[in-house]
């Protein structure tokens, strides 16, 4: 009886001492800034261009979005707007890998810095481990400052607090955004990396983002001097207390330079140059659609407060939407986990005559099997309210015709971009998934665009019925069965297509365990 009442006294101590160790420092010692007014930023050249374009082709309160569906655009469009940068570069993302992509804009955002830019980086901690140091030497620059949202502890291992405050340090913020003189923006389902940017030849995200010229670039600004001002971001500097030297600065940058300079880079650059949105940026006449638009988004307390707190939330502001579509409605999400509450919000409306069309990942093209565990067990039930569901294939290529290319053109295909589209009025662009972990864990960001003409461009990705891209999931005798058109065949699968036993087993015991409510 001692030994075990010593036993568990030794674990509680162990469990007290590991939860102070995770604990992260202080935040005291950040200094609030903000957007620079519109007086501060008028002379810039983006600044007049953007007002030429309102001036002709705006009325009062509309703003410019121009869908981003290739990801060479997406990155050709920040590379460039970096350079015609003159006042400020504001940045949030989840994900910033330090591979072609990330170091390419990297350097583009320093030589702006260079050139007296302001420049605000905001990157969720997720995926940043062992990158301090060189997140200080950037931060080092005079005009770049670099903050961490949600820091882990750095004085114990990042798997003890994941299991140790599963509650909080896994309630990570997913926004992604990219605003450049307050008056052009990019916002959408793209973080920074190879892999959504047309640069990884393994794998291809097919993804989108909206550029946005106009007044909602100012509700942008808002929404990031927010979370830039929390108390969740972190200078880099309250973690890291090193500070680098001018050698080591030197030799980062020297480093950099170098690894911008390969090959592999220089192919790269080569394949942006045959884009036409560079040109056509270069020369101030982009397309764009002109339309009433507004950013919706999570406050940055979400990850803090109860998870009932939906005045927090942006399923508060979108929800709406969901309720008054009266005859479509299209729903792109790569991480789709409908829950069995959602399952039947989802029905009713397809049973009231609403037509429902889903596009999400296969199980061959996801990329996060618990995800998938999350969503096949609610398909049945989908399918027999009459909803269409659609799965990507995992290996779409490029020659299979321009309707489809967004969604691939690399040995396999994943799909992540986020979009619902009601009833071909409105759209919604974002990084909200419609799962547990966008409506309650994590924070997200995304632009409602009230145009017929964004609407049907997305839309249009359900009319032209390219199954050439697609599995078509049908319910036959309660079986699923997955159509596809291969070489010009329709083929019918009684499997999830291009998976292995293993594969189609692991899901199956993942949906064993009780994770539904963090997918």
């Not at 979005?65 to 655009?73: K, M, T, W």
């Not at 949600?150 to 992604?176: A, C, D, E, G, W």
């Not at 291009?498 to 993942?510: A, I, M, S, Y």
């Amino acid at each position: 009886m001692r030994s075990t009442l010593v036993h568990y006294s030794f674990l509680a101590l162990l469990a007290v001492i590991l939860a102070s160790c995770a604990t992260a420092p202080p935040n005291t010692h950040r200094t609030a800034s903000q957007a620079f007014s519109s007086s501060e930023t008028a002379n810039t050249s983006l600044a007049q261009s953007t007002k030429r374009q309102v001036t002709k082709h705006a009325r009062p309160g509309e703003s410019g979005v121009r869908l981003l569906i290739s990801g060479q655009d997406a990155f050709l469009a920040r590379m460039e707007l970096t350079e015609k940068a003159q006042k400020s570069i504001d940045l949030q993302y989840y994900i910033w890998n330090k591979d072609l992509t990330g170091r390419l804009f990297t350097n583009q955002l320093l030589e702006a810095a260079d050139r007296g830019v302001r420049v605000r980086l905001l990157v969720d901690d997720m995926v940043l481990i062992d990158r301090d140091a060189n997140g200080a030497i950037l931060d080092s620059h005079p005009n770049i400052e670099l903050r961490i949202f949600n820091p882990f502890s750095r004085k114990s291992s990042r798997v003890l607090q994941m299991l140790t405050h599963m509650t909080t340090i896994t309630r990570r913020m997913h926004n992604k955004s990219f605003t450049v003189d307050g008056h052009v923006c990019i916002l959408g389902g793209r973080n920074v990396g190879d892999e959504y940017f047309g640069a990884n030849k393994q794998l291809d995200y097919g993804d989108l983002d909206a550029l946005v010229v106009g007044p909602t670039v100012k509700e942008m600004e808002t929404s990031f001097d927010q979370y830039w001002n929390s108390a969740f971001a972190y200078p880099i500097t309250t973690l890291y207390k090193k500070v680098p030297n001018e050698t080591e600065i030197a030799a980062a940058r020297k480093k950099l330079a170098a690894l911008i300079s390969t090959p592999e880079a220089d192919r790269y650059r080569k394949a942006l140059a045959s884009s036409r949105l560079g040109d056509d940026m270069e020369k101030g006449t982009l397309d764009f659609e002109w339309a009433q638009a507004r950013i919706i988004g999570d406050a940055p307390e979400k990850i803090a407060s109860s998870r009932s707190a939906t005045q927090l939330h942006l399923t508060s502001k979108l929800k709406p939407y969901f309720d008054q579509t009266k005859k479509e409605l299209v729903i792109i999400s790569p991480y789709f986990v409908p829950t069995k509450k959602g399952t039947t919000y989802l029905s009713d409306i397809a049973r009231s005559g609403v037509k429902i069309h889903i596009l999400t990942n296969s199980l061959a093209s996801t990329d996060v099997f618990a995800v998938h565990a999350g969503y096949r067990k609610y398909r049945k039930d989908l399918l027999a309210a009459g909803i269409e569901l659609f799965e990507v294939d995992y290996a779409t290529k490029k020659a299979q015709g321009r309707d489809v290319k967004w969604l691939g053109g690399s040995s396999k295909t994943s799909l992540h971009a986020k979009s619902f589209v009601f009833d071909r009025q409105q759209a919604f662009i974002g990084s909200y998934n419609l799962d547990p972990r966008s409506a309650f864990e994590n924070t997200e960001v995304g632009i409602i665009v009230d145009s017929p003409v964004i609407a049907n461009k997305l839309a249009s990705i359900f009319d032209k019925r390219s199954d050439k891209a697609v599995y078509r999931l049908e319910l036959v005798k309660g079986k699923l069965r997955w159509q596809h058109t291969e070489n010009g065949e329709t083929k019918i699968y009684t499997k999830d297509p291009h998976t292995t036993f293993f594969q189609r087993l692991t899901p199956r015991l993942l949906g064993l365990l009780p994770l539904e409510w963090m997918l």
